[in-house]
Nanobody, 120 residues
Framework: QVQLVESGGGLVQAGGSLRLSCTASGSILSINAMGWYRQAPGKQRELVAT???????NYADSVKGRFTISRDNAKNTVYLQMNSLKPEDTAVYYC??????????????WGQGTQVTVSS
């Protein structure tokens, strides 16, 4: 069993910053990719950013230059630094991880989501 616990969401004014954190726990042997996704009301869940265990990153065009994803492999934690926030960044942000667990191998797990609201 793997659990992902997110923190750091909240309400911020446009132009402000927030930092999200997500820690994976459980019977984890290693973690391949970790990432952040978001879902705004009435819209599909979309990719925000991903990072591999080696540090390679990928960003949605809408957040390039404003958001930075990073991870601490020793802590099984991924971060999302969000700067220059815009009202259109308002969404529930979900953490995703692809850990390798005993017997079952690699799987995909999701956090419970954390609300980010950007006021204009």
């Amino acid at each position: 069993q793997v659990q992902l616990v997110e923190s750091g969401g909240g309400l911020v004014q446009a132009g402000g910053s927030l930092r999200l954190s997500c820690t994976a726990s459980g019977s984890i042997l290693s973690i391949n990719a970790m990432g952040w996704y978001r879902q705004a009301p009435g819209k599909q869940r979309e990719l925000v950013a991903t990072i591999t265990s080696g540090g390679s990153t990928n960003y949605a065009d809408s957040v390039k230059g404003r958001f930075t994803i990073s991870r601490d492999n020793a802590k099984n934690t991924v971060y999302l630094q969000m700067n220059s926030l815009k009202p259109e960044d308002t969404a529930v942000y979900y953490c995703n991880a692809n850990p390798r667990v005993p017997i079952y191998g690699y799987g995909s797990y999701w956090g419970q989501g954390t609300q980010v609201t950007v006021s204009s």
